[in-house]
């Protein structure tokens, strides 16, 4: 069998957003020739999107020693060390694939990530424009062009690039994602939802469609809505950082009673200890309560066949 056959199906379930159904055909492709350098790549793409970082990084290495002239193979790796956050790294393997080949939409769109990530907030719709020149009918490009300005309140344009994007194609999912967050701001919950559950029928385990879910449950209890904002804050510090948060938070609070308690104002320091107790239980019970819901929503979800 030629190598081409498993790869090219690999190719058409990666264009489905299928990229878990395309690592077998992968591996057949390199087990019929495992000097092939893009089948190396595309494997690295596909199980980093199944969130297996390691073997990703293992393949994306393999394709760089088979092929280290091609541009793609400069690109799994990028995406591999973005996920890492090896922010310098990735930049340098995207810059490696765009001198490569200039027209590399993909890799300008994750140079774009990798200036929103690093805080180069100004070149992130720029890099993600100049993308859209060489990919003019990728639905996903324009949806990550919408996605970035919807972030910066640029609600009208956001909508005409989710609308573009579904004019090429009605089921691209992160068009229909990023259209239900615009019918949120708008306030349409219905209509949010409904998107929402649109993609999640297709794939249960789609973060952003998730995320949506999460962002509507919070639009509509205001307890857990103000618990859903600080666990999103709370989140974007890593292990450590959230750590020292939560202990510095703890020793401040423990000095206030004590200097309440020094300076006589008994009533004062039991009032803090209670609402320090009240914030502990709302932030431990509003965890369960708001997993409890998102199931509970999670289980009108009906996976379309084929999927």
């Known amino acids: 069998m030629n190598p081409r056959q498993p790869r090219d ?10 990229h878990a159904g395309a690592v077998e055909p992968l591996r057949q492709a390199l087990s019929l020739d495992p000097s092939d350098g893009l089948s190396h790549a595309l494997l690295a793409v596909c199980l980093l999107s199944t969130r297996r970082v390691h073997a990703a990084e293992y393949e994306a290495g393999q ?38 080949d200039p027209t590399h939409a993909s890799a300008r769109q994750l140079l774009a990530d990798i200036y929103e990530q690093t805080g180069r907030h100004a070149k992130v719709i720029p890099t993600l424009e100049e993308a859209l020149q060489h990919a003019p009918d990728d639905p996903d490009l324009r949806a990550h062009l919408g996605e970035a300005m919807l972030r910066r309140g640029l609600l009208a344009p956001a909508e005409a690039k989710a609308r573009a994007a579904l004019a090429i194609d009605a089921g691209a999912v992160r068009a229909v994602v990023l259209m239900g967050e615009i019918l ?27 995320h949506l879910v999460c962002a509507i449950k919070m639009r509509s209890n205001l307890l857990l809505g103000l618990w859903w904002r600080f666990a999103v804050w709370f989140t974007r510090f890593g292990g450590t950082r959230q750590l020292v948060v939560l202990i510095g ?23 803090l200890a209670i609402l320090w107790m009240g914030l502990c239980a709302y932030t431990w019970a509003s965890a369960g309560i708001f997993q409890k819901m998102v199931e509970k929503e999670l289980r009108s979800v009906r996976l379309k066949p084929g999927f």
């Open 184 to 210: 949120l701001r708008r306030g349409d919950i219905t209509g949010a939802r409904e998107q929402a559950l649109v993609v999640l029928q297709q794939d249960a385990a789609y973060a952003p469609a998730l």
């Open 63 to 100: 394709a760089l020693a088979q092929a280290p002239e091609l541009p793609y193979a400069h690109y799994a790796m990028a995406a591999v060390q973005a996920s890492r956050r090896r922010f310098r790294r990735a930049e340098e393997h995207v810059q490696a694939a765009l001198a490569l």
């Open 249 to 271: 938070s703890y020793v401040v609070y423990a000095v206030i009673v004590q200097i309440l308690s020094d300076a006589g104002f008994d009533n004062g320091s039991l009032l």
């Open 9 to 18: 199906l690999a190719l058409r379930y990666m264009a489905l957003g299928h």
